[in-house]
């Protein structure tokens, strides 16, 4: 049975899309498989970040209205043969979702695959809600400054109350992800330190994603971070944020590609 | 436990408080018994039957009235009733003063208790709302920016208040806010309020209490 995922965040542009793809990825390169949903209905990005944005045949509606079968729409990435997209439709809204629908599908990729991580659309309408829906666990996308924290804290909220296993009573699993930090902005204070947002938050970290250059030259390429420059700080930033999510132990840390003398006197090491 | 409301002229205006009242709790009449006080407003027989009606609209059971004089009355309407105490109520029920809760605790036997506090363990996220008009309010956790709490009695928050606090929220000029760490957007005693700009820098990021005194709204670090 797979483990369902929801990247989220209410805030739009924090890397959700990026970080769907890093974590899918480096899930993907451990052997498991993987499917990466994309829910942003109307303003899909998943594919071209994945690289798949040529492939695409039917999508997420097609399955939900029962145009086309899920294995149909699935679309095999070329690097990775254990990782799956199921794109979202670009020319249909939002409402075309049904709960319903929605539910099936999950139903359907939980027997198929050991991830299934959906990539939320911004904001806190229905593609959000339905993102989150069926989830087992969520990841939530937070930059270290105030208007992201806030939204996310806002998006805590709703997981913890309009979710099925919220529902149900239960408790759903919460990581935060912590993108583009610049530790040097942080300890000049221009940035919310990895403290204050935690704080504010009150949920654990899965992992803290350097801001770097090489996140925009993957995405270009159309590659995951993880697949595009393994060794990159925020390659290895996400590779040990998606061993944390299978549940390994490993110290947190904030990987840098500069080897100045900077780095190595202030912040390289989180809370 | 009845809850009396009390309308007064004019009407419009009043049931106008009463739909304020019920967008910002939705659910607080649902369930409730409610009496008409009508001893402050002069209505006719057919006037009341309207009146009943439109509460009826907004949800509002009334199962009993007061103040109203029995010729006003006739077999349709609900039972005229007597020596109703009023409860913390929705036109601001008398000051507590001490001397009055004295009063209060000794006459007549003891009723059956409604829960007077509620206790919340978990954090109060941006764009929650908890509305608890029967009392005070306890919140484990830490009040976020863009959530709210709102009280009948006195808020006592153990984690870092960054949102808002009503207290007194149905007239209570000695509820009282407890925080651990005010970082408060807006905090409000019976109704008077005073907003995070309006707070002396001195006063934040450290634990604070705020009461009503004189009709002003004081702050004190608690540290």
């Not at chain 2, 009043?14 to 009242?21: F, G, I, R």
Request: proline share 5%.
């Amino acid at each position: 049975m797979a483990k369902v995922i929801v990247v989220t965040s209410g805030k739009g542009g924090v890397g959700k899309t990026t970080s769907t793809a890093a974590l899918g990825a480096a899930l993907a390169q451990t052997g498991q498989k993987v499917a990466v949903v994309d829910f942003d209905v109307g303003l899909r990005n998943l594919d071209l970040v994945m690289g798949a944005e040529r492939r695409v045949v039917f999508d997420l509606i097609n399955v939900v209205q029962g145009i086309a079968k899920l294995p149909q729409a699935l679309i095999r990435d070329k690097r990775l043969e254990t990782l799956w997209l199921l794109p979202a439709s670009q020319t249909r809204d939002k409402d075309a979702l049904t709960e319903e629908g929605v539910g099936n599908v999950i139903q359907e990729m939980r027997g198929k695959f050991d991830w299934v991580i959906c990539d939320s659309p911004a904001g806190i309408e229905r593609g959000a809600t339905l993102a989150m829906r069926f989830a087992d666990a969520a990841v939530i996308v937070t930059n270290p400054e105030v208007s992201s924290v806030r939204d996310s804290d806002r998006i805590i909220g709703l997981l913890d109350s309009k979710t099925e296993k919220a529902e149900k009573g239960q408790r759903i699993e919460k990581h935060i992800l912590i993108t583009r930090y610049d530790a040097q902005r942080a300890a000049r204070g221009e940035m919310l330190t990895i403290e204050d947002v935690l704080e504010i938050l009150s949920t654990p970290l899965l992992g803290i994603i350097p801001e770097s250059e090489e996140v925009l030259r993957a995405s270009n390429i159309g590659s995951p971070v993880t697949l595009n420059n393994t060794a990159s700080a925020p390659a290895r930033a996400y590779l040990d944020a998606a061993r944390r999510l299978k549940g390994d132990d490993v110290p947190m840390s904030i990987p840098s590609d500069r080897k100045g003398l900077f780095d190595k006197l202030f912040g390289r090491r989180a809370a | 436990m009845a809850f009396v409301l009390a309308p007064s002229a004019p009407l419009s205006a009043w049931l106008a408080e009463v739909d304020k009242w019920s967008r910002n709790s939705p659910d607080f009449f649902v369930g409730r018994a409610i009496i008409l006080d009508l001893a402050g407003v002069a209505l006719s027989q057919s006037g009341i039957s309207e009146l009943l009606e439109m509460l009826a609209e907004r949800g509002i059971r009334v199962m009993g009235l007061e103040g109203a004089h029995p010729d006003q009355l006739g077999p349709s309407l609900p039972p005229l009733l007597k020596g109703g105490r009023p409860t913390a109520g929705f036109e601001a029920a008398a000051p507590a003063s001490s001397a009055n809760t004295r009063a209060a605790a000794t006459a007549g036997p003891a009723q059956r208790q409604e829960p007077t506090s509620l206790l919340i363990e978990t954090p109060i996220r941006s764009g929650q709302s908890i509305i608890f008009p029967y009392g005070d309010v306890t919140v484990l956790g830490a009040v976020s920016s863009g959530a709210e709490v709102v009280a009948g009695g006195s808020i006592h928050v153990y984690g870092a208040l960054r949102g808002r606090a009503m207290a007194g929220s149905m007239g209570n000029a000695r509820a009282r806010i407890f925080c651990s760490k005010n970082e408060a957007e807006l905090i409000s005693i019976d109704g008077y309020y005073r907003t995070a700009e309006e707070m002396d820098a001195s006063l934040r990021n450290r634990p604070a209490q705020c009461w009503l005194q004189d009709s002003v709204l004081s702050i004190a670090a608690l540290d």
